[in-house]
């Protein structure tokens, strides 16, 4: 089985805090992890050294077999590194003013060349490609339209065809439902999932939402005060668990819990959707 994430003892600081303590962590090509914690243990910032969009304080962070960052330096051609990480942001990350197409398009930045970048240029295939990924989510009919004009669950399906024409191998959803509604966060979990199961994606999606991990992730992390509390199978959260590994906190960060049904009956994610080819 390839190794698709490995960190060695990752330490990050703020002034205000110790926002990333000693973590390793090695994840297998194909994975769909589930990362989780309260606000504040670390997800995003782990997420964000993994891309290599900041540096840590101290250690190892490789994908794919190609070194991202170590003792406090990122590699110097992590622009090439990039090309294989998709990376899916809470609010989205697109230009409102530019249609949904010119945005997906944007995932093919790190593979052409500095002045087409810069241009905008993008040729009839690639815009070819970016129309059946659009397709692929469901969104075709946005093609067009000003990205600011989409709802919110558009606008995630969009960053997820950014993804696709991209060719992420690599998929770092930050938060990616955390600002939807109940209907269009399943339709975007339902995305992620197809994208591990059919194109192979190795996927990790930090959520507060525990049923989701359980639901949708084989596998669950999970960070406190920026340390790894927890590295296990997603079907082992249950309600005793959380309270243990998070104390009072557990209650009113996971939200349905501890009655929810989905953690009492973890079921398989459907295979309403098909990415084409």
Same mark, same amino acid.
């Given at each position: 089985? =390839?190794?698709?994430?490995?960190?060695?003892? +990752?330490?990050?600081?703020?002034?205000?805090?110790?926002?990333?303590?000693?973590?390793?962590?090695? +994840?297998?090509?194909?994975?769909?992890?589930?990362?989780?914690?309260?606000?504040?243990?670390?997800?995003?910032?782990? @997420?964000? %050294?993994?891309?290599?969009?900041? $540096?840590?304080?101290?250690?190892?962070?490789?994908?794919?077999?190609?070194?991202?960052?170590?003792?406090?330096?990122?590699?110097?051609?992590?622009?090439?590194?990039?090309?294989?990480?998709?990376?899916?942001?809470?609010?989205?990350? &697109?230009?409102?003013? @530019?249609?949904?197409?010119?945005?997906?398009?944007?995932?093919?930045?790190?593979? =052409?060349?500095?002045?087409?970048?810069? +241009?905008?240029?993008?040729?009839?295939?690639?815009?070819?490609? $970016?129309?059946?990924? @659009?397709? $692929?989510?469901?969104?075709?009919?946005?093609?067009?339209?000003?990205?600011? =004009? &989409?709802?919110?669950?558009?606008?995630?399906?969009?960053? &997820?065809?950014?993804?696709?024409?991209?060719?992420?191998?690599?998929? +770092?959803?930050?938060?990616?439902?955390?600002?939807?509604?109940?209907?269009?966060?399943?339709?975007?979990?339902?995305?992620?999932?197809?994208?591990?199961?059919?194109?192979?994606?190795?996927?990790?999606?930090? &959520? %507060?939402?525990?049923? !989701?991990?359980?639901?949708?992730?084989?596998?669950?992390?999970?960070? %406190?005060?920026?340390?790894?509390?927890?590295?296990?199978?997603?079907?082992?959260?249950?309600?005793?668990?959380?309270?243990?590994? !998070?104390?009072?906190?557990?209650?009113?960060?996971?939200?349905?819990?501890?009655?929810?049904?989905? @953690?009492?009956?973890?079921?398989?994610?459907?295979?309403?959707?098909?990415?084409?080819?």
């Amino acid at each position: 089985m =390839t190794v698709a994430i490995e960190i060695r003892n +990752l330490f990050k600081s703020f002034p205000c805090c110790k926002a990333l303590d000693d973590v390793s962590l090695t +994840l297998h090509g194909g994975e769909m992890v589930a990362l989780i914690g309260a606000s504040g243990s670390g997800k995003s910032t782990l @997420l964000r %050294h993994i891309s290599g969009f900041i $540096a840590a304080d101290d250690g190892e962070i490789a994908v794919l077999g190609q070194q991202i960052q170590q003792g406090g330096r990122i590699a110097k051609d992590i622009r090439r590194q990039r090309a294989e990480i998709g990376f899916v942001f809470q609010q989205f990350n &697109l230009v409102g003013r @530019l249609p949904v197409i010119t945005n997906v398009l944007t995932g093919l930045l790190y593979r =052409t060349r500095l002045w087409r970048s810069l +241009l905008m240029r993008f040729s009839v295939a690639e815009r070819q490609q $970016a129309l059946e990924a @659009l397709v $692929a989510v469901g969104i075709e009919q946005t093609a067009w339209q000003r990205a600011a =004009t &989409l709802s919110g669950g558009q606008q995630q399906r969009a960053a &997820l065809a950014r993804c696709l024409v991209q060719g992420a191998k690599v998929i +770092l959803a930050d938060e990616p439902i955390a600002s939807l509604d109940p209907e269009s966060a399943r339709n975007v979990m339902e995305l992620l999932a197809t994208m591990n199961r059919e194109r192979g994606c190795t996927v990790v999606v930090s &959520l %507060h939402q525990v049923e !989701y991990a359980i639901k949708y992730c084989t596998r669950t992390i999970a960070l %406190h005060r920026g340390r790894l509390v927890y590295d296990g199978p997603s079907a082992a959260l249950t309600p005793q668990l959380l309270g243990e590994l !998070y104390g009072s906190d557990a209650k009113g960060l996971f939200g349905t819990m501890p009655n929810s049904p989905m @953690l009492r009956m973890p079921s398989p994610p459907t295979p309403a959707m098909s990415l084409a080819a």
